[in-house]
Structure formats: structure tokens, C-alpha cells
């Protein structure tokens, strides 16, 4: 029996869940209200409460590290990488530690894990990292050749959808076509054509659609001219991107079940939500044309696809494209539990991160 740890870092959450040979013993999400991490200036700063919330959990449960047989983490920002299972290792660390790839909670995860399986013969790994790069050439133009886009999404959650989805209707991965939408705090739509993430949004630094908190990508024009404006510090732009910007700039508020509920009465709050609707819907129209309009299916995850509201509007919009099915919540924890077990049984060979001149850059 393989016993595996899984934790999935989130920007205010902590994911913790034990697995036997794949199989969900036991799983807890402790939320981290925004008064308590106001109390960090950096996300390295909360590892004592991030660790804190690991070992309550173990201590819940009777369970003892010395017992397992692997530890999980979701991935963080590094070079771009292929999708797969990674044993964590110092140049990762290097990585993530430097923010030069981006930064998120996750990135910390790895930081624990590793820390956690110090001095043991305990293997530590992430699995589908968010800078997986699966992008065809065509998708990493930008308009400049100092600039590039790069594959930063939700990854994790993208092919575990995909692949639950495969399973359901009995078929492989790699023989469907299929647009994949992540509907949380932060959005990302892409393409998946025969078992790889074509193209995609950067969902944390500003592309695609705007969400929850995030800004999506902005005019190009008018952001230029505010950065240079002298009133907002880069800092302050920055938060505008991601934490300050979409509905909670609009509304003041990111809870969607509870905008859908103040829209009734609130035109504003009613068409600010319609927005990120609409931008959702006209990202999965663009991402169907990269699919030259072969797409098997449409999956909906994440939190916001609770949302009936939202999934009904959507499908308004987009079911002439394809149907679509939805999987609420995230297959998250399941699917980094997977990539390890796969590992511990032979079934595939754990990749490492080796450090290069980030191959994602286009040269002209």
C-alpha cells in the first residue's frame, strides 16, 4: 500500500489530503482569512503557518511522516517545463525562491515539502506544474519579439478535468479535442488537441479574461499611459493585475454567489458580473478556432462553476460550438496524488528540473 500526502497551496487556503494507493482517506481545507495574512509581507513569510496547518492535520488523523511513502505539492513558477511528475530539487527551489518566473502560495508548497522530507529517504514531488509548456510555436508570438507569451495557467487542473473527462466517456486523452475552462480566482481557457495544452491564458499576470480579483489582460495603450503617469507606484500596478483588479475592483467583492445575488437589485454589480461572462464566452469561441472548430467537448471547472448562473450563461453562448459538461470544484488533490503513485509503481519516471536559458522566449 503507497501511502502519499498531498497539500495544494491556494492564495488564501491550504489543501491537505492522505491517499492509500490512490484513494482519498482522509482531506481538510483550512481558509486563511485576509486579517491573518495581512500579517505577511511575503508569501515565504506564512511558511510557519502553511507548516502549521500540515501538521495539524497529521496530528488530526494519527498520522506519522516517518509512514509515508511520498509528498505532493502542486507545482510553482519556474522556467517552463513539460507537464508531468517532478522530484522536487534544489534548482526548483532556487527558482521559485527568485520570483523571476512569478509567484503564487503554490510556490511555497514545494518549499514545505522539501523541508518536510529533509534528512529521510521520503521522496518529495509536484505534478503538471503551471508553467507546463505545451504551447505550439504559433501561440507564443506576442506582436514584439522582446516579448513572448508564455504558458502560465492552471495546468493542474486542465488536464485533470480533461482526463476525468476522457475516462468518463470511455476514450483516450490523446484522442480528443477539448477546451478546457478553469472558472476560479483566476480564469484560464486553452485548447487541448490530442493530449496537449496548445495554447492557453496567463491567468495570473494579465491575459485572457478578468476575474474574481485579477485583471485579465488590460489595454495595452491606456496601461502604458498609467504606468507612466507618476501616480501609481509598480507595486501598486501590479496588485491592479492580480488581487486588486476584476470584480473586486468593479464591486468590492469576489464572491460570486454573492454578486449573482446583488445583481438582482444592482444593475452595476448585475453587469460587471455579465462582463466576465462575456469575456469567458469570447475566450472559448478563440480558443474553438484554434481547434479549427473540431472540439469534442467544452469542460467547465473550478469554484465559479457551481455557479448555475454563470454555467447557464455560458452555455447560451458557446453550446453551438460543442456540448459542454461541467465538473464543479477542482480535481486537484486527486490528481497530484495520481502523478505520484504513478511514479512509486513504476508506471512512470519522475522528470527533473534542469536549469537553461528559458526556451519559451521567441527569437527573431
Known amino acids: 500500500m503507497k501511502k502519499i500526502l498531498v497539500f495544494n497551496l491556494g492564495s488564501i ?6 491517499f492509500e494507493d490512490g484513494t482519498k482517506i482522509y482531506q481538510e481545507t483550512v481558509n486563511h482569512s485576509a486579517q491573518e495574512l495581512s500579517k505577511y509581507e511575503t508569501i515565504w513569510d506564512q511558511e510557519a503557518l502553511r507548516l502549521k496547518a500540515i501538521q495539524d492535520f497529521m496530528k488530526a488523523h494519527a498520522l506519522s511522516l516517518s509512514e509515508m511513502d511520498a509528498l505532493v505539492s502542486r507545482g510553482g513558477h519556474t522556467q517552463a517545463i513539460e507537464s508531468g511528475t517532478y522530484v522536487i530539487n534544489q534548482a526548483m527551489l532556487d527558482q521559485q525562491r527568485s520570483g523571476k518566473f512569478g509567484q503564487h502560495a ?10 518536510l522530507v529533509s534528512g529521510t529517504n521520503i521522496p518529495a514531488y509536484i505534478v503538471d ?7 505550439q510555436p504559433l501561440a507564443k508570438y506576442a506582436g514584439h519579439p522582446l516579448f513572448y507569451r508564455k504558458s502560465s495557467f492552471h495546468a493542474l487542473s486542465h488536464k485533470a478535468t480533461a482526463k476525468r473527462y476522457a475516462k468518463d466517456i470511455g476514450k483516450a486523452y490523446e484522442d480528443l479535442n477539448l477546451i478546457v475552462a478553469h472558472l476560479g480566482g483566476g480564469i484560464s481557457v486553452a485548447p487541448h488537441r490530442n493530449g496537449k495544452m496548445i495554447d492557453g491564458d496567463n491567468a495570473l499576470t494579465g491575459d485572457g479574461t478578468f476575474s474574481t480579483d485579477r485583471s485579465g489582460g488590460l489595454p495595452v495603450g491606456q496601461l502604458v499611459d498609467l ?7 509598480y507595486e501598486e500596478v501590479r496588485k491592479m493585475l492580480q488581487g486588486k483588479g476584476g470584480l ?26 455579465d462582463a466576465m461572462i462575456y469575456q469567458i464566452c469570447k475566450e472559448i469561441g478563440s480558443m474553438a478556432t484554434v481547434l479549427h472548430g473540431q472540439v469534442d467537448a467544452i469542460l467547465l471547472t473550478g469554484g465559479i462553476a457551481y455557479s448555475d448562473y454563470v454555467v447557464d450563461k455560458i452555455k447560451e453562448s458557446c453550446s ?6 461541467v465538473y464543479p470544484g477542482e480535481n486537484e488533490m486527486q490528481s497530484l496524488a495520481n502523478g505520484a503513485l504513478e511514479v512509486l509503481n513504476g508506471e512512470i519516471k519522475a522528470k527533473v528540473l534542469i536549469p537553461n536559458d528559458d526556451k519559451t522566449k521567441i527569437h527573431v
Do not use: N
Request: a neutral charge; charged letters at 25%.
Open 320 to 325: 453551438f460550438i460543442a456540448k459542454i459538461v
Open 227 to 233: 504606468c507612466f503617469s507618476g501616480k501609481y507606484s
Open 13 to 18: 487556503s491550504t489543501k491537505i489530503g492522505y
Open 129 to 135: 506544474s503551471p508553467v507546463s509548456d505545451e504551447f
Open 248 to 273: 473586486v475592483a468593479y464591486t468590492g467583492s469576489s464572491d460570486v454567489k454573492e454578486l449573482t445575488e446583488k445583481g438582482k437589485t444592482d444593475p452595476k454589480v448585475q453587469e460587471a458580473l
Open 106 to 115: 503554490a510556490d511555497l508548497g514545494s518549499l514545505l515539502a522539501s523541508r
